[in-house]
């Protein structure tokens, strides 16, 4: 007990449990500084962990540019890159890409800076033979497409050639021009023109008939260029008409496969200057129709008679 009456010792335990109530400054000091180093230490995780998200991206989109570099260069071929403007795809920047998140900078790193300065946008194929070495390539193209369409032959028109003979023998053909000159589209040869006539054939469709009239040595010559037109090299191209007027050649009697009519109109006079009644090789392919004309040799194409079943058997093919 004091000198008051008053007990020190339980005065001693109230100011304790006064005293314990309270915070000192020293405690809240120490409870900001915690929460200071938890909330920085979080915030360094977070830190850390997008600055670990942004690097792999730019390793990702490094890796991705050196390799679309790589393919660009083992696409083009050798003959594209010499002389061609140098051009390079650009690596993106890993600091750009932590800056800004990698979307602009990712936009930016698709186009190609080319020599220059200028950009273009890699998205678009650019083919590496543009310009005249194209254009050398399809004209070649163009004048190959050509010839082999002027092979196979392109002009839809009926060949129908009138072919003279010798003018000593045949008086000046006076009748066959004048029926070549009636026949529409058709034309008059003279005996040593095949070449030309045979070029002619070539550069017809197959689906066109070919009517040939000779007379003479002419009606020699349509069955020189029947028997060439009846090989491989020809395609076997069928003669749809073959007139003969007094041929002279002796090996000219049998008529080849792909004649599929042959008019033989022979004279009963010089034994020279006709070669006789004509035979098909295959009579199941080839019709042959001999007639023995009472007329000289050089009368026989003038005759009406003969002219009108030649005109008509054209018009019977076309």
Do not use: C
Request: charged share 30%.
């Amino acid at each position: 007990m004091g000198p008051n009456g008053v007990d020190q010792n339980s005065n001693s335990t109230t100011n304790t449990r006064v005293n314990s109530g309270r915070r000192s400054p020293g405690s809240k000091t120490s409870n900001k500084l915690k929460n200071i180093l938890g909330k920085a230490k979080a915030d360094s995780v977070q830190i850390s962990d997008e600055a670990k998200q942004k690097a792999k991206g730019a390793l990702k989109n490094i890796t991705k540019g050196v390799t679309k570099g790589a393919k660009e260069i083992l696409k083009a071929p050798l003959s594209a890159l010499k002389g061609a403007p140098t051009s390079v795809t650009p690596i993106p920047s890993p600091l750009n890409l932590l800056k800004g998140g990698g979307s602009k900078d990712d936009e930016k790193d698709q186009s190609i800076v080319a020599a220059d300065g200028k950009k273009e946008d890699s998205g678009k194929k650019e083919d590496p033979l543009k310009g005249n070495q194209a254009g050398g390539v399809e004209k070649n193209e163009a004048k190959k497409i050509a010839k082999a369409i002027k092979k196979k032959g392109h002009i839809r028109k009926p060949a129908i050639f009138f072919i003279g003979g010798l003018e000593t023998f045949s008086g000046g053909y006076g009748g066959i021009k004048k029926m070549a000159e009636s026949v529409p589209g058709a034309r008059y040869y003279s005996w040593d023109q095949k070449d030309e006539m045979i070029a002619e054939i070539d550069k017809r469709h197959v689906s066109q008939p070919v009517v040939l009239v000779g007379h003479s040595y002419g009606g020699d010559t349509a069955f020189e260029m029947a028997e060439e037109l009846n090989t491989l090299d020809h395609n076997f191209r069928q003669v749809n008409l073959m007139v003969t007027l007094d041929s002279v050649g002796g090996e000219n009697d049998i008529i080849p496969q792909n004649v599929r009519k042959n008019l033989n109109f022979f004279g009963e006079g010089n034994p020279l200057l006709n070669d006789g009644p004509h035979v098909a090789r295959n009579n199941q392919l080839s019709d042959v129709i001999n007639e023995l004309r009472s007329e000289g040799h050089t009368e026989l194409d003038d005759t009406k008679e003969i002219q009108y079943k030649i005109l008509k058997e054209i018009n019977l093919q076309l």
